[in-house]
């Protein structure tokens, strides 16, 4: 492993955070997707992920495009307590994406712990076995890969110590080593975590969140470019094929690789990848934001509660005050 160093991505000597930066409490929200069969994803991802359904609120569906108050029955919310993190929305109509295409990669849920996260495998593993593709230790946290029904992309992680992170000039040090889920069940697995993971409609927030959302784009200079020169995340990491971004020191919040899609060109209107959301602490990021995005020409949409933009491939980005 590289020499962690003292520096923090996004301040400069002084300590305070550089202009054009997305604000350090930055997150993301819930990622909405297209779905040809709705009931079939609720299944899912309320009994294999072990989310449960939540009545969607009218800011939340004011947040969604082209959502109304006839859209209830055509949209499932599914979070934990009272955190949405998926948007299921009926896709009527709308073609399946052909392979190279942009847009999700995966949506990636982080766990306060490896006994929850142990505890989210195994309820995946009991209902949807066949849905798992993977796994890997990326030295900043351990992760499982899954597909959901319909081809998106699931990733399940927790996140090791941030004391335990390596830095240097900037870059997080990340790998991708084997974790044989059989042993790190044997190891985390609780009666306790697994209680907690049945009981999804505890009041209050819980400690699942989105933590990351990658993409497929069509190349990475042009990712560069957009999530980092405008947005104003910054680089953690960088592949010839990959880049990892994020605010706050963060090992990355979205990642854009061209695994699958180098080369892609603007989305069309398909199936998947609905929207992006982030959340920001104040307007006054919003509206720094909105300054870099008309800097550079990009067209957006503002409703007074939400900014909208797409970035180069079209994949719907809209960003809001937490």
């Known amino acids: 492993m590289t020499d962690r160093t003292t520096s923090v991505p996004g301040s400069d000597a002084t300590g305070f955070a550089t202009k054009d930066l997305l604000s350090a409490d930055t997150s993301m929200d819930a990622v909405t997707l297209h779905v040809a069969d709705l009931d079939l994803m609720t299944r899912y991802y309320r009994d294999a992920l072990s989310l449960a359904v939540l009545t969607p609120s009218d800011a939340l569906l004011a947040a969604i495009p082209g959502a109304g108050t006839g859209s209830r029955d055509e949209i499932v919310v599914l979070g934990r307590g009272a955190t949405p993190l998926v948007v299921l929305r009926r896709g009527k109509d709308l073609p399946r994406a052909r392979r190279g295409e942009a847009g999700l990669f995966h949506t990636a849920l982080l766990f306060d712990d490896a006994p929850a996260l142990a505890a989210a495998v195994a309820s995946v593993a009991r209902t949807a076995p066949s849905t798992f593709i993977g796994s890997g230790d990326h030295l900043v946290s351990e992760a ?84 980092v020169d405008t947005l104003g995340f910054e680089a953690t990491a960088s592949l010839p094929s990959a880049l990892f971004v994020s605010a706050g020191g963060y090992h ?59 970035d180069p491939w079209k994949n719907l980005i809209e960003v809001a005050v937490r």
């Open 144 to 227: 499982f890969y899954f597909t959901d029904p319909e081809g998106n992309g699931v990733e399940l992680y927790h996140d090791r110590p941030r004391e335990t992170w390596s830095w240097q000039d900037g870059q997080v040090a990340m790998d991708t080593l084997y974790i044989d889920p059989h042993a790190f069940m044997q190891e985390h697995l609780t009666d306790e975590a697994l209680q907690r993971a049945l009981t999804t409609d505890v009041v209050g927030p819980d400690d699942t969140v989105v933590g990351h959302v990658h993409l497929q784009v069509g190349d990475i200079p042009t990712a560069r470019e957009f999530y």
């Open 252 to 310: 990355h919040h979205m990642a854009m690789n061209t695994w699958n899609s180098q080369g892609a060109g603007p989305r069309a209107s398909t199936l998947g990848l609905g929207q992006v959301a982030i959340s920001v602490p104040s307007e006054d990021d919003v509206t720094a934001l909105v300054d870099r995005l008309s800097r550079r020409g990009i067209e957006m949409r503002h409703d007074g509660a939400t900014l909208r933009f797409d």
